[in-house]
């Protein structure tokens, strides 16, 4: 940013930029402070996740949703510098009500799994497409004493997340899953949801390592690149931990492959990152715009994703990395995750999530029946209490 900063003030000497930074964790106080203080200009957001939704009760709406209804955010809806930016990424992190109020950064994915080519290869396996072709791959290479996935499990967080791709390949529209969830359509004790809890018990008992629980999330992308297993289910965060640790190991990265329908498992999924809007009540409007219409543009976008390895949302900019070259080929099936969907009605019980990490070894429960009746009980605990 820094770079960008004095691109733009030598195009601009008239225009003083005064960059704050604070921490991530601040970062939601500190601009609904200064926004409603009318002491910022341009504020820097993460993206629009977890909106309240008119079929959601007694929740309370994100950050992001209160400072629009509270009219803080400038409707950016008209600006030219917006077509720049993917009508996706436009419509899913920085839309509400039809108005565009944030351009949004950069994206994320965690639903896929880094493969290790040349394992592959030597014990010849072919890159799984369907579920069948993955349960295939992983007694293939334990026949041959290979572990088959590892994960932070130590961590706990490393192996819920890592079975976000099934939970997507099982319900790719995962909007229309959180609906469901809230309306009663979809249980997590129906038969679909037990497809997925049944996969899910594979995964954590038959495809993770025997030792995975042990492993913190930081040392799973070294153990992956170590060439110790074939496959390491996680984001897109860790392929600089994985070529750090070994810069000539050959991996891919493909989506989770959750379904035995092929076209089921075509979609990442993710989430988005950082983007800017800008105070509806600045005094510097004009120079507010030429400051995002600059950044717009695609050669300082283009750097700026050079910078910091976001999965770019302009649709003419590259990542020139393996992630890049990787998921280029699903950026156009890429689509925001359940998580960022979703919110928990207010008293619902702790295990109202598909979290992969409530089996054994890392959670208590054995029986794929017996947790997803759990879980359903758990859910319907919050949203009968808000009735």
């Not at 957001?45 to 959601?56: K, P, V």
């Not at 994960?151 to 890592?162: E, H």
């Not at 359940?338 to 207010?346: F, L, V």
Request: proline letters at 5%; hydrophobic letters at 40%.
């Amino acid at each position: 940013m820094n770079a960008f900063n004095e691109k733009f003030h030598a195009k601009y000497p008239n225009i003083t930029i005064d960059m704050s930074v604070v921490n991530a964790n601040d970062l939601s106080t500190v601009t609904q402070t200064r926004l409603a203080a009318n002491d910022v200009d341009v504020v820097d957001m993460f993206g629009f996740a977890n909106a309240s939704q008119a079929y959601m009760k007694n929740v309370t709406p994100p950050n992001w949703q209160t400072l629009i209804e509270a009219g803080l955010l400038m409707d950016l809806t008209d600006q030219p510098f917006v077509k720049n930016y993917d009508a996706s990424a436009i419509k899913d992190a920085g839309s509400y009500n039809g108005k565009v109020y944030e351009v949004n950064l950069g994206r994320v994915s965690y639903s896929g799994i880094y493969y290790n080519k040349d394992m592959f290869t030597a014990n010849n396996v072919k890159v799984p497409t369907t579920w069948g072709e993955l349960v295939t791959a992983c007694e293939t290479f334990k026949k041959a004493n290979v572990p088959c996935m590892t994960a932070g499990g130590k961590d706990g967080w490393p192996i819920f997340v890592g079975a976000y791709g099934l939970i997507g390949a099982i319900y790719p529209d995962q909007a229309a899953l959180v609906e469901g969830l809230w309306t009663g359509k979809i249980k997590w004790n129906d038969a679909k949801s037990l497809d997925m809890w049944t996969k899910m018990k594979t995964y954590t008992q038959d495809m993770m390592e025997t030792g995975a629980s042990g492993i913190a999330g930081d040392a799973a992308p070294g153990r992956f690149a170590s060439g110790a297993v074939a496959m390491f289910p996680g984001g897109t965060w860790y392929a600089s931990a994985i070529d750090t640790a070994q810069p000539t190991f050959k991996w891919g990265y493909i989506p989770f492959p959750g379904s035995d329908n092929a076209d089921d498992n075509k979609y990442l999924f993710g989430k988005y990152d950082q983007g800017w809007a800008i105070a509806a009540n600045t005094a510097n409007k004009d120079a507010s715009l030429k400051y995002l219409t600059e950044f717009s543009d695609s050669a300082n976008y283009q750097a700026f994703a050079n910078a910091v390895g976001f999965i770019p949302t302009q649709p003419s900019a590259t990542l020139n990395t393996q992630i890049g070259t990787e998921v280029a080929p699903y950026l156009a099936n890429f689509r925001v995750g359940y998580e960022q969907y979703w919110t928990a009605p207010k008293g619902a019980g702790q295990y109202a999530n598909p979290y992969a990490s409530y089996f054994k070894p890392f959670g208590t429960y054995d029986n794929p029946q017996e947790l997803a009746d759990k879980v359903q009980a758990d859910l319907q605990s919050g949203l009968d209490a808000n009735q």
